[in-house]
C-alpha cells in the first residue's frame, strides 16, 4: 500500500473537515440573529417547521448545527417539543443537498483549479472586510473551496488504493453490507460529520472502488453517526432537549432500519439494472434524499404519539410535581367535580409556594437554583390550573360554579407571586451578611421569622374561619413591626451607621417580605371561595 496515497487521503479527509467547518461558521455568523429569528418564527406549525429545517440546513449545509441550535431553542424554552420535532425531520433533508452538489459538480467538472482560486477570494474578502459582517461570506467562501479541493486529494487516493482496497468484492452479501453500515456509523462518529461520510462514499464511488450498494449502506451509517452530535449535546441539558436527542435518535433510527431493509432487497438491482439508466454518483445522491423522504413519510403520521411517548421520557422532579393529580378533561362533563378537583389543586399550590418561602427566609440560607425549580415547578402547576379553569367556563355550568373561576385564577395569582418573591430574595444574602448593627440584625431576624409564621397560619386547613382571622391578625402585626424596622432602618442611615446603598437594598428586601406574607394572607382569606357554598364542608378529607 502506497503511503504517499494514504497520507493523500487523510489529507483530503483534513480539507473536507476544515472546509466544512469554515462553510459553516461562516453562513452562521454572517446570518447571525436573523437565523435563530427565522428557526424561531417559523415553527407555527409543522410544515412551516419541516420547510425551515429543510432551508436552514441546506443553507448552512450542516444538521448538527441544526440540531444543536434546535437543543438551544428547546433547552431556553423558545422552542417546544412538538415545534423541533418536524424542523429536525427537515433538517435530515436539507442535508442531502450535499450530496447533489458533490455528485452534480464535484465529479462532473475538474474544479481544483477554479477551487483554488475560490479560495484565494474567500481569504481576500475575509482579510479587507476590517471586521465587517461580509467578511463570514469571505470565511464560507474559502470553505466551499476547501470542501471540493479536498473532495478531488480523496478521489485521487482512492483511485490509486482501488488495488490494494478490494472493497468492490466485498459488498455484494448481507453481512458485508451490515459491515459498510457499521463503517458508516464510526466514520461520522469521528468526524462528526455525515457530509464527510457522504463524500467518501461519493469518491469511491466515483473512481469504481465500490458498489452502489456497498455506498448506500456507507450513507445509512452516516445517517445514524450523526445522531451522536445531538445526544452528546444533550448531556447536562433540560430534560426536553434530552427528548429532541432521542427523537433524533428514533427517527434516524428508524429510517435507517427501512433503508436497510430496502438495500438488502434491493442490492443487485442496484448494482446491475439502476447503473444502466443513472451515473452512479447521482443515484446515490437520489438514494440519500430517497431513503430520508421515506423515514418522514412513516414517522409524520405517527408525529404526534412520538411526542406524548417523548414527553414521559427523562421526567424531572420540576414535571413531576407540575403534573395535575385531581384535574383532567373527562371531569368537564360533572363541573361540581371539576370545581372541586380545581380546588385541590390549588391547595397543591399552597403548600408549594408555602415550602418555597419558608425555604426562602430559611435562616440556614437556600440554594437559588433549586428555589428556582421549585418557582417552575409552581409556575407550571398553576398554568395547568388556569387552562382548565377555562375549558370549565366553556361547558354548561351554574351561577354557583362560575362565580367560583375567577376566584380560582385570583388566588393562583397570590400564590405564583409568593413563589415569584421567594426566588429572588437569596440574592440579598451575600448583603445581609456584611449588616454590624447587632440591633438591625435582630430585628431583621425577628421580622423573617414573624413572616414564616404568618405563611404557616395562612397555609390551608379545614378550620377555615378560624385560619382567615389568625391570618388577618398576624397581618396586622406584621404591617406594624414593618413599620417600626422600617423607621429604625431610616434613622440609622440618617446617622451614618448604615450607607444609603445598604439602606435601599434593606428597605427592598424587607418590602419583598411584606408583600409576600400579604400574599399569603390574601390567599387564605380568598381560598374557601373557591368552591360553591354548598361544597365547601367537603373539601379536605
Known amino acids: 500500500m502506497d503511503l504517499t496515497l494514504v497520507g493523500q487521503l487523510i489529507g483530503g479527509l483534513g480539507l473536507i473537515l476544515l472546509g466544512m467547518e469554515l462553510l459553516t461558521d461562516g453562513l452562521k455568523r454572517a446570518a447571525g440573529p436573523s437565523m435563530r429569528k427565522l428557526i424561531s418564527r417559523a415553527t407555527l406549525s409543522p410544515r412551516r417547521a419541516f420547510a425551515t429545517g429543510v432551508g436552514v440546513t441546506a443553507l448552512v449545509q450542516s444538521s448538527s448545527a441544526v440540531t444543536l441550535a434546535t437543543l438551544g431553542f428547546v433547552s431556553a424554552g423558545l422552542m417546544s417539543l412538538g415545534q423541533a420535532l418536524p424542523l429536525l425531520f427537515g433538517s435530515n433533508i436539507g442535508t442531502t443537498l450535499t450530496g447533489w452538489i458533490v455528485a452534480l459538480l464535484g465529479f462532473k467538472l475538474k474544479l481544483s483549479a477554479y477551487m483554488l482560486l475560490l479560495i484565494g477570494i474567500g481569504v481576500g474578502v475575509k482579510l479587507f472586510s476590517g471586521g465587517r459582517n461580509y467578511g463570514y461570506y469571505g470565511l464560507a467562501l474559502t470553505g466551499f473551496g476547501l470542501f471540493f479541493f479536498g473532495l478531488d486529494f480523496i478521489s485521487g487516493a482512492f483511485e490509486g488504493l482501488s488495488e490494494s482496497l478490494p472493497l468492490k468484492q466485498l459488498s455484494g452479501g448481507a453481512f458485508e453490507l451490515v459491515l459498510f453500515v457499521l463503517a458508516g456509523v464510526v466514520i461520522t462518529l469521528l468526524t462528526q460529520s455525515s457530509s ?205 360554579i362560575a362565580e367560583t373561576l375567577p376566584l380560582s385564577i385570583r388566588v393562583g395569582r397570590y400564590l405564583g407571586e409568593i413563589g415569584r418573591i421567594s426566588a429572588e430574595l437569596p440574592k440579598y444574602e451575600p448583603m445581609l451578611e456584611q449588616i454590624s448593627d447587632t440591633g438591625l440584625q435582630r430585628g431583621l431576624g425577628e421580622f423573617k421569622q414573624e413572616s414564616v409564621s404568618l405563611i404557616d397560619a395562612c397555609e390551608i386547613s379545614s378550620s377555615e374561619d378560624i385560619q382567615g382571622i389568625d391570618a388577618h391578625r398576624r397581618m396586622r402585626a406584621l404591617q406594624s413591626n414593618y413599620q417600626n424596622l422600617k423607621r429604625e432602618l431610616l434613622e440609622k442611615t440618617v446617622s451614618g451607621i448604615i450607607s444609603t446603598t445598604e439602606s435601599a437594598q434593606l428597605l427592598e428586601y424587607l418590602s419583598m417580605i411584606r408583600r409576600m406574607a400579604g400574599q399569603a394572607e390574601e390567599a387564605s382569606s380568598h381560598w374557601s371561595a373557591t368552591l360553591p357554598m354548598q361544597q365547601r364542608e367537603t373539601l379536605i378529607e
Open 196 to 400: 464527510a461520510t457522504i463524500a467518501i462514499a461519493l469518491s469511491m464511488l466515483s473512481v469504481d472502488t465500490l458498489t452502489l450498494s456497498g455506498a448506500c449502506a456507507l450513507v445509512i451509517g452516516a445517517n445514524i453517526g450523526t445522531t451522536t452530535t445531538a445526544m452528546l449535546g444533550a448531556i447536562g441539558s433540560t430534560a426536553n432537549a434530552k427528548r429532541v436527542a432521542l427523537a433524533h435518535l428514533v427517527f434516524n433510527g428508524q429510517t435507517a432500519i427501512f433503508g436497510i431493509v430496502l438495500l438488502f432487497l434491493l442490492a443487485n438491482l442496484l448494482n446491475d439494472q439502476v447503473l444502466h439508466y443513472l451515473d452512479p454518483v447521482l443515484a446515490l445522491a437520489l438514494f440519500h434524499t430517497l431513503f430520508n423522504l421515506l423515514g418522514v413519510l412513516l414517522i409524520w403520521p405517527i408525529m404526534r404519539l412520538l411526542e406524548h411517548w417523548l414527553a414521559k421520557r427523562f421526567r424531572d422532579r420540576t414535571e413531576l410535581e407540575a403534573e395535575p393529580l385531581y384535574i383532567a378533561k373527562a371531569l368537564l362533563v360533572t363541573p361540581e367535580l371539576a370545581v372541586v378537583g380545581i380546588n385541590r389543586e390549588l391547595t397543591r399550590a399552597n403548600e408549594m409556594s408555602s415550602a418555597l418561602a419558608r425555604a426562602a427566609l430559611s435562616s440556614e440560607g437556600q440554594d437559588q437554583q433549586e428555589l428556582e425549580k421549585s418557582r417552575d415547578s409552581l409556575f407550571a402547576l398553576l398554568q395547568e390550573i388556569y387552562s382548565f379553569n377555562q375549558l370549565l367556563a366553556r361547558e354548561n355550568i351554574s351561577a354557583n
